[in-house]
């Protein structure tokens, strides 16, 4: 598979911006109170902000390339604590997100990584750290507009609808890439629904605190975690698919607590239901899901296939931790189906780590027994993986044993996994569209 080490999205020679283009770059003064419309394309050079106080608008159907390149040279789009992005595409015109010189027709390889930054968003919703701020990763810390968190936690940093992300994920120094996607202090108030994110050089999606809710998900093909996040994250997601690389990559979800203190409140407990999550497969020692430093989280009525390991969390001794929050209910993982994950024996797939020399025996009983008591499940969900697509549709028994949902912000919907008959990742997303997903 191709990386930004091998493949320069920078090809004049296969695609050229039209004479109805608009380079946009930043000043300082950001991209102002403006609408990006599909009858042009947009070309971002280097760093570009919408500032505190500013909206931009994105037709639907509309194209944004950025410029590659490393460091100082990244293209990224920002959108700073207190601005607002109006991002609607459809099903039928989405908006994309790509680097320069891909001509939308197969001229950027589908695995090529880290050719320009992402997309990060920023906010005033609550974070865990002492100060209630914190300066986004991906951003130099000299920028002013990296700034994120607060105090309103139905914080509304716009609409982010029909979305495809593509080829991010650029090194900006010191090892430090911009993930796909980012939230850093997004509030409940904005609006996030069908948004892909694919071969990023670094997560695919990362939530750094905040509240926001996320519906039909897709992170695919991304060179380290489909999902993670930290720092107090509290938000609801419902039908996430995730799909890792075959040949690279490292959990399907991440999720840490606190830094500063790593004992901070809010904990971080995300309510996950109804995900899809594909792993590398069961040669390669990669786990599901891995939690640490306080972290908690709800996940139930998904599907979980593929991968060598399952579900690890984390142990402190005399210090409160991922272990504690699932002792006091802060960590659940219920309702699941589990298929060729920790060679499909149930007291294999929830396992407590800890460090080098600390017995977790009692721990890992008590957490082994949890899977049936949860009323997880070992069986086939009926999802086809092939050497080059996956039918993410179950031909299974996908219907049994379901958790209650929530709250009325979940779609109370009659099974697990983020499929049943609909699959609505057709025609707008790029990885239907390269026929990884079938029809």
Same mark, same amino acid.
């Given at each position: 598979?191709?990386?930004?080490?091998?493949?320069?999205?920078?090809?004049?020679?296969?695609?050229?911006?039209? =004479?109805?283009? +608009?380079?946009?770059?930043?000043?300082?003064?950001?991209?102002? !109170?403006?609408?990006?419309?599909?009858?042009?394309?947009?070309?971002?050079?280097?760093?570009?902000?919408?500032?505190?106080?500013?909206?931009? !608008?994105?037709?639907?159907?509309?194209?944004?390339?950025?410029?590659?390149?490393?460091?100082?040279?990244?293209?990224?789009?920002?959108?700073?604590?207190?601005?607002?992005?109006?991002?609607?595409?459809?099903?039928?015109?989405?908006?994309?997100?790509?680097?320069?010189? #891909?001509?939308?027709?197969?001229? &950027?390889?589908?695995?090529?990584?880290?050719?320009?930054?992402?997309?990060?968003?920023?906010?005033?919703?609550?974070?865990?750290?002492?100060?209630?701020?914190?300066?986004? +990763?991906? %951003?130099?810390?000299?920028?002013?507009?990296?700034?994120?968190?607060?105090?309103?936690?139905?914080?509304?940093?716009?609409?982010?609808?029909?979305?495809?992300?593509?080829?991010?994920? !650029?090194?900006?120094?010191?090892?430090? *890439?911009?993930?796909?996607?980012?939230?850093?202090?997004?509030?409940?108030?904005? &609006?996030? +629904?069908?948004?892909?994110?694919?071969?990023?050089?670094?997560?695919?999606? +990362?939530?750094?605190?905040?509240?926001?809710?996320?519906?039909?998900?897709?992170?695919?093909?991304?060179?380290?975690?489909?999902?993670?996040?930290?720092?107090?994250? !509290?938000?609801?997601? $419902?039908?996430?698919?995730?799909?890792?690389?075959?040949?690279?990559?490292?959990?399907?979800? *991440?999720?840490?607590?606190?830094?500063?203190?790593?004992?901070?409140?809010?904990?971080?407990?995300?309510?996950?239901?109804?995900?899809?999550?594909?792993?590398?497969?069961?040669?390669?020692?990669?786990?599901?899901?891995?939690?640490?430093?306080? =972290?908690?989280?709800?996940? =139930?009525?998904?599907?979980?296939?593929?991968?060598?390991?399952? %579900?690890?969390?984390?142990?402190?001794?005399?210090?409160?931790?991922?272990?504690? $929050?699932? *002792?006091?209910?802060?960590?659940?993982?219920?309702?699941?189906?589990?298929?060729?994950?920790?060679?499909?024996?149930?007291?294999?797939?929830?396992?407590?780590?800890?460090?080098?020399? &600390?017995?977790?025996?009692?721990?890992?009983?008590?957490?082994?027994?949890?899977?049936?008591?949860?009323?997880? #499940?070992?069986?086939?969900?009926?999802?086809?993986?092939?050497?080059?697509?996956?039918?993410?549709?179950?031909?299974?028994?996908?219907? #049994?044993?379901?958790?209650?949902?929530?709250?009325?912000?979940?779609? *109370? &919907?009659?099974?697990?996994?983020?499929?049943?008959?609909?699959?609505?990742?057709?025609?707008?997303?790029?990885?239907?569209?390269?026929?990884?997903?079938?029809?």
């Amino acid at each position: 598979m191709l990386s930004f080490f091998q493949f320069s999205c920078d090809r004049k020679s296969e695609y050229t911006i039209s =004479a109805g283009s +608009e380079t946009i770059s930043d000043n300082g003064s950001g991209t102002g !109170t403006v609408t990006w419309t599909s009858n042009k394309e947009y070309l971002l050079d280097g760093f570009v902000f919408v500032n505190d106080g500013q909206v931009l !608008t994105i037709e639907a159907g509309t194209v944004i390339r950025a410029k590659t390149g490393q460091g100082e040279n990244a293209s990224a789009l920002i959108v700073a604590r207190g601005a607002k992005i109006m991002a609607e595409g459809t099903s039928v015109n989405p908006i994309i997100f790509t680097c320069e010189g #891909d001509d939308l027709e197969g001229s &950027v390889p589908l695995f090529a990584k880290g050719l320009w930054g992402g997309v990060i968003v920023l906010g005033n919703a609550p974070l865990n750290n002492e100060n209630n701020e914190a300066h986004i +990763e991906g %951003i130099p810390i000299f920028e002013p507009r990296g700034i994120y968190g607060g105090n309103n936690e139905s914080d509304d940093s716009g609409i982010l609808k029909y979305i495809s992300i593509r080829h991010g994920g !650029t090194n900006i120094g010191s090892g430090n *890439e911009i993930n796909g996607l980012t939230f850093g202090g997004v509030g409940n108030a904005t &609006v996030v +629904e069908y948004i892909e994110v694919i071969s990023n050089y670094d997560d695919g999606i +990362e939530f750094f605190g905040g509240s926001v809710n996320c519906r039909n998900i897709v992170s695919a093909f991304n060179a380290d975690d489909a999902f993670d996040y930290d720092l107090g994250y !509290t938000g609801k997601g $419902q039908f996430w698919l995730g799909i890792q690389d075959p040949s690279e990559g490292d959990l399907l979800i *991440e999720g840490d607590g606190g830094i500063d203190p790593e004992l901070g409140l809010p904990y971080s407990i995300p309510e996950i239901y109804n995900g899809t999550f594909i792993g590398r497969g069961s040669g390669i020692s990669n786990q599901l899901i891995k939690l640490g430093r306080n =972290a908690g989280g709800r996940f =139930a009525n998904s599907i979980f296939v593929n991968q060598n390991q399952g %579900i690890y969390i984390q142990y402190k001794e005399n210090y409160n931790d991922c272990f504690y $929050q699932f *002792e006091i209910g802060n960590l659940e993982v219920k309702n699941n189906i589990f298929w060729d994950v920790a060679e499909n024996t149930s007291l294999n797939i929830f396992k407590v780590s800890a460090e080098s020399g &600390v017995d977790v025996s009692n721990q890992n009983i008590l957490f082994e027994n949890y899977f049936a008591e949860a009323s997880n #499940d070992v069986s086939d969900p009926g999802i086809e993986i092939n050497v080059a697509s996956i039918n993410v549709l179950p031909s299974g028994n996908i219907s #049994d044993d379901l958790a209650t949902f929530p709250d009325s912000w979940f779609y *109370e &919907v009659d099974f697990k996994g983020a499929f049943l008959y609909d699959n609505w990742t057709r025609n707008w997303t790029l990885i239907h569209q390269s026929g990884w997903i079938a029809e």
